[in-house]
């Protein structure tokens, strides 16, 4: 074999760990990032989370050089670094510079977002108080354990009491029993003999649980039974039961004409009716020790200031962390021994994790800034106002990658006046109009949402019909598309909104 040299010219994109470290930051959601922080904090000497009073200590020294700020750590350790030379840039980190003046929105990521956020765009003073401490803490019951609980406090035998556990442990999360007695038996152990009598008064003693309806293996049942245990005096108490025990497919289909007719009920006689069985709950098991519901927290806050919108970021999600001067000031430069060669180290991860949070910071505010601005029609005027937006529009303006856009857009919340949302819900397809224009998938959502609000309720909207609205005003959406938005929306179709009021 004859052995030859050749030279071979190519391009070939190296995943540098900071590169690495970069993109996994960037992905990574605020609770995400504080643990991310707070474990490089564990295993770093060099880096240190800043509280908040040695963050009110370093706001009262002017110029103090442990600032927490990300561009005043990146200019400490460039003084600190003596190996500048030869360092990894990231591939998307073009564009860095400051954000400029004349952005169409104001934006600032200095200031500390002290309040907190809810979904009506108020803000409350967070209480750091104790109070309130078990109901932050403690676990919330589950719906078997409100029912074992009350199993515990009712006096029956044991071999009834094994009956009942065998019935808890087949209701369901929304209160409904899913099992028929002969499943329930065989169940039981043989040796006991329960029969199906006994087994049946065991379901009638759960089902005279709280909350009414718990138990029932139907919703024509589960409604019996709350209406069963409502005062005898109730008005059209006794009228329910007969339209839910004997009318219940016409009742369900909402067939109010053969309804009324075969109840021999008059029409108002008939709403009167149908109200007090609206009053009741299908599932009720549905809202009882559920799972622990988990508050959003925003990572961006959006507010009218002076007539401009506001961008700034919340300083809360943001992790405050800095190099430990301490430590730092223990490198010594022509040292190569083993422990001067580990400071070194961590104080480069040290200065490479800064500026990742920096760059982290950077593109969210700059991206939500441009979300902003090209959405204001939806901060001003509601969902029928939102744009068609993608994300390679975004990337354009703020010159980063579209999988940088998708990256920081994911599991990143922005608090508006209007609400808190996911930055991905301001990012939806278009439809063309018949006038050569484009409509955002979402405000068509909002127009249907409208359209079946102010609908007549004896005659609810077909599909076919707002389809055919639509295109009066000028929005060409075919039917089946009309279908898919609904559903999206949980409206039910035509003939189950059909109502007498």
């Given at each position: 074999?004859k052995?030859?040299l050749?030279?071979?010219?190519?391009?070939?994109l190296?995943?540098t760990?900071?590169?690495?470290?970069?993109?996994?930051?960037?992905?990574l959601s605020?609770l995400?990032?504080q643990?991310?922080v707070?474990?490089?904090?564990?295993s770093?000497?060099?880096?240190?989370l800043?509280?908040?009073?040695?963050?009110?200590a370093?706001?009262d020294t002017?110029?103090?050089e442990?600032?927490m700020?990300?561009?005043d750590?990146a200019?400490e350790?460039?003084a600190?670094?003596?190996?500048?030379?030869?360092?990894?840039t990231?591939?998307d980190?073009?564009g860095?510079?400051?954000i400029?003046?004349?952005l169409?929105?104001?934006?600032?990521w200095d200031?500390?977002?002290?309040s907190?956020?809810?979904a009506d765009?108020?803000?409350t003073?967070?209480?750091?108080?104790?109070n309130?401490?078990?109901e932050?803490?403690?676990?919330a019951?589950?719906?078997a354990?409100?029912?074992?609980?009350?199993l515990?406090?009712?006096?029956?035998?044991?071999?009834?009491?094994l009956a009942?556990?065998?019935?808890?442990?087949?209701?369901d999360?929304d209160?409904?029993?899913?099992a028929?007695t002969?499943?329930l038996?065989?169940?039981?152990?043989?040796?006991?003999g329960?029969?199906a009598?006994?087994m049946?008064?065991v379901i009638?003693?759960?089902q005279h649980f709280?909350p009414?309806?718990?138990?029932?293996r139907?919703?024509a049942?589960?409604?019996?039974l709350q209406?069963?245990q409502?005062?005898?005096?109730?008005?059209?108490?006794?009228e329910?039961?007969?339209?839910?025990?004997?009318h219940f497919g016409?009742?369900a289909?909402r067939?109010f004409?053969?309804?009324?007719?075969?109840?021999k009920r008059t029409?108002?006689?008939?709403?009167?009716?149908l109200?007090l069985?609206?009053s009741l709950?299908?599932?009720p098991g549905a809202?009882?020790g559920n799972?622990?519901?988990e508050?959003v927290?925003?990572?961006?806050v959006?507010?009218?200031?002076?007539?401009?919108?506001s961008?700034?970021?919340?300083?809360?999600t943001?992790?405050?962390?800095?190099?430990n001067?301490?430590?730092a000031?223990?490198?010594r430069?022509?040292?190569?021994s083993?422990?001067?060669?580990?400071?070194k180290n961590s104080l480069?991860d040290?200065?490479?994790?800064l500026?990742?949070l920096e760059y982290r910071?950077e593109?969210?505010l700059r991206v939500?800034a441009?979300?902003?601005e090209?959405?204001?029609?939806?901060l001003?005027?509601?969902?029928?106002?939102?744009?068609?937006?993608?994300l390679?529009?975004?990337?354009d303006?703020v010159?980063?990658?579209?999988?940088?856009?998708s990256?920081?857009?994911t599991?990143?919340y922005?608090?508006?006046p209007?609400g808190?949302?996911?930055?991905?819900?301001f990012?939806?397809?278009h439809v063309?109009?018949a006038?050569g224009g484009?409509?955002?998938s979402t405000?068509?959502?909002?127009l249907?949402?409208?359209?079946?609000?102010?609908?007549?309720?004896?005659?609810?909207l077909s599909d076919?019909r707002?389809?055919?609205?639509?295109k009066?005003?000028d929005?060409?959406?075919?039917?089946?598309?009309?279908a898919?938005?609904?559903?999206?929306l949980a409206?039910?179709?035509?003939?189950?909104r059909?109502?007498l009021?």
């Open positions: 074999m052995q030859t050749s030279l071979r010219l190519g391009q070939q190296a995943m760990p900071q590169l690495q470290q970069a993109i996994r930051l960037m992905q605020s995400e990032l643990l991310e707070r474990q490089a904090v564990e770093n000497p060099m880096l240190e800043v509280e908040d009073e040695d963050l009110d370093e706001n002017a110029g103090d442990a600032d700020k990300p561009d750590s200019g350790l460039d600190w670094d003596d190996t500048a030379d030869g360092e990894p990231l591939a980190s073009q860095l510079d400051a400029p003046d004349d169409p929105v104001d934006v600032s200031d500390v977002y002290q907190s956020t809810v765009g108020s803000t003073v967070r209480d750091d108080g104790d309130g401490f078990e932050r803490n403690s676990a019951d589950t719906l354990d409100h029912l074992l609980w009350q515990n406090l009712t006096p029956m035998s044991e071999r009834d009491r009942a556990l065998v019935v808890i442990d087949s209701i999360d209160g409904m029993l899913n028929t002969a499943e038996l065989d169940a039981m152990p043989a040796e006991l329960f029969e009598e006994e049946e008064a009638k003693l759960a709280d009414p309806g718990i138990g029932a139907d919703v049942e589960c409604l019996l209406l069963e409502l005062a005898d005096d109730t008005p059209w108490r006794d329910a039961i007969g339209l839910v025990g004997d016409l009742l289909s067939d004409a053969n309804l009324a007719r075969r109840a029409e108002d006689e008939l709403m009167a009716v109200e069985i609206r709950n299908p599932r809202g009882i799972t622990n519901i508050h927290v925003p990572d961006v959006v507010a009218r200031k002076n007539g401009r919108w961008v700034e970021l919340n300083g809360e943001a992790p405050r962390v800095r190099v001067d301490t430590y000031g223990l490198v430069r022509a040292d190569s083993p422990d001067n060669e580990y400071l480069q040290a200065k490479w994790l500026k990742n910071n593109t969210l939500a441009q979300i902003v090209r959405q204001r029609g939806f001003e005027h509601g969902e029928v106002a939102m744009k068609p937006l993608v390679s529009d975004i990337a303006a010159e980063r990658h579209e999988s940088t856009i990256r920081v857009t599991r990143k922005m608090a508006t209007r808190v949302f996911e930055l991905k819900y990012f939806s397809s063309a109009t006038t484009e409509i955002s405000a068509i959502r909002a249907i949402k409208k359209l079946t609000a102010q609908e007549n309720p004896r005659k609810p076919s707002i389809a055919a609205m639509l009066e005003r929005i060409e959406v075919a039917r089946r598309t009309v898919k938005y609904r559903e999206s409206i039910p179709p035509s003939n189950e059909r109502r009021v």
